[in-house]
């Protein structure tokens, strides 16, 4: 049994980890903002969940929060980096400017200090896996993607650079790059709420869902503690990566 700490659980696949990992046997520490879908989530998992409310723009309440922890819940496992979020599609020089803060706020300062804060334990103990959350917006550009991209692009880079340094230890770090994925509340999010917008950009696809990503996941906290994956690109079958745009006059 390992504990399993999940950031952003209150919703699409934070919530899929954490019922897979507890239906694999495992203990989870879900976090986020809305405590009250925590504790729905908790009482539906019992004993094997710990909700605990963690803003990942809230650099304190994250340096802290390993320590926080009630005892015997402090050795982290596994570090699921999954909360994070994309906001808007316009181009970018009408974005406003507090989007971008707050995307690179969660997506990539939150993950960064997060981190920061588990890693020593497990680099003492020579065990630990880390599973953050990229995207095919951190291979790809695409219009509108902007500084959404690029922090999962920064989330990519920063997965192989921790491997650099834990090379020879069996601290694993793996960085899953999902393409379109159904079922949760990425793209009500990025449309401020737009129920309509967000549905658009699933019709007529078979999209991924957050249980396909758990399945990736509850794979990966399985293998042997030798083996790494260092990334994994995936999209449903109804999507792939296109040409390079020519405008011509
Ligand atoms: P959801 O919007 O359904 O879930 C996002 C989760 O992140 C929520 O639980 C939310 O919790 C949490 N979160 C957002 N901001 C904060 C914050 N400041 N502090 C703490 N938690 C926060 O999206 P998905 O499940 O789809 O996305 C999960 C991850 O996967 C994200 O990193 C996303 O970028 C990535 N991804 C998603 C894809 C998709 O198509 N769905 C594809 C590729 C990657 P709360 O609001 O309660 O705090
Ligand atoms: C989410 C996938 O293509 O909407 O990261 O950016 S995409």
């Known amino acids: 049994m390992k504990t399993i700490l999940v950031t952003g659980a209150t919703a699409g ?40 409310a963690l803003d990942m723009t809230d650099a304190k309440a994250v340096d802290g929060f390993v320590a926080s922890l009630p005892e015997g819940w402090r050795q982290i496992d596994v570090l699921i980096n999954n909360a994070g979020l994309a906001l808007g599609l ?60 690029a922090t999962k692009a920064f989330v990519l880079q920063f997965s192989l650079n921790l491997r650099a340094d834990l090379a020879g230890l069996n601290v694993r ?35 991924l869902t957050p249980e396909d990503i758990a399945e990736t996941a509850g794979w990966l906290v399985g293998l042997p503690p030798h083996v790494n994956i260092n990334r994994i690109e995936m999209m449903p079958t109804c999507q792939a990566s296109g040409p390079f745009t020519v405008k011509r006059g």
């Open 13 to 52: 696949f934070g919530a899929a980890f954490a019922r897979r990992f507890v239906k694999d046997g495992h203990r989870v520490i879900a976090t986020g903002r809305r405590v009250e879908r925590l504790q729905e989530l908790a009482q539906e998992l019992g004993p094997a969940a710990l909700p605990l």
């Open 90 to 149: 316009g181009p970018a020089w009408e974005s406003d400017l507090s989007d971008w803060d707050r995307m690179i706020a969660t997506n990539v300062s939150g993950l960064v200090h997060l981190t920061r804060a588990v890693l020593p334990q497990m680099v003492a103990r020579n065990d630990g896996l880390i599973i953050n959350l990229g995207s095919v917006a951190g291979d790809y550009p695409y219009p509108g993607g902007h500084v959404y991209g």
């Open 173 to 207: 770090v793996t960085n899953i790059e999902p393409g379109m994925v159904t079922g949760s509340e990425f793209s009500k999010v990025r449309f401020a709420g737009d129920e309509s917008k967000a549905e658009a950009v699933y019709a007529g696809t078979k999209s």
